[in-house]
């Protein structure tokens, strides 16, 4: 079994690792301008999942991240990723758990885009209040798959999409 993982603050010195996890993780990653970008956003939370080696010997591993920004009242999450060898182990999990932790206001209004055919991210997300409320056609450019645009407001909280903007029926695409 593995040790829990360590949340901490991504940093730039972070950056190679994470480029290597993107890259290992999904069919069209992250650039590294895109990184530093998010990093480098005063409001944003970008956050990492580390666990020290077995054995205790050699540096820690990085094992996944999260990038969230915030405009205006509403935070975006960007980008979660685990290291494939990693992942069904709580990772994503934690990474959530910490990011809603550091939010000042517990009312505050979160979304994100995920692929459609990713059952396991959505299900974590709805696990944490995320409701589906509408879809991106085409969002990936791999393969023009849909995105479901998922909210976690106060009202999603209880099942309602009420406070979500422009929250409307959700019919992807055909395959």
């Known amino acids: 079994m593995n040790p829990p993982a360590e ?8 950056l190679p690792r994470v480029i290597a996890v993107e890259r290992r ?13 998010e990093l480098s956003k005063p409001s944003g939370i970008c956050l990492a999942a580390w666990r020290t080696r077995a054995g205790g010997a050699g540096e820690d591993q990085l094992c996944g991240y999260l990038i ?11 980008n979660v990723s685990v ?3 990693e992942r069904r182990a709580g990772i994503a999990t934690a990474l959530l758990e910490s990011l809603i932790e550091r939010i000042d206001d517990p009312e505050a209004p979160f979304t994100l885009e995920v692929r459609v055919s990713n059952v396991p991210a959505i299900r974590l997300y709805e696990r944490f209040g ?9 969002y990936y450019a791999d393969n023009q798959e849909d995105a479901l645009i998922m909210w976690r407001t106060p009202m999603t909280l209880r ?3 009420e406070d979500v903007p ?10």
């Open 68 to 78: 969230c920004s915030r405009y205006d009242t509403v935070w975006h999450v960007m």
């Open 166 to 175: 422009h929250a409307g029926p959700v019919t992807p695409s055909p395959s």
């Open 159 to 161: 099942g309602s999409l």
């Open 7 to 14: 949340i901490r603050r991504l940093t730039y010195a972070d």
């Open 83 to 85: 290291d494939p060898a």
């Open 130 to 138: 995320f409701l589906t409320a509408g879809l991106r056609r085409r």
């Open 25 to 37: 993780a999904f069919p069209t990653p992250w650039s590294l301008a895109m990184f530093v970008l």
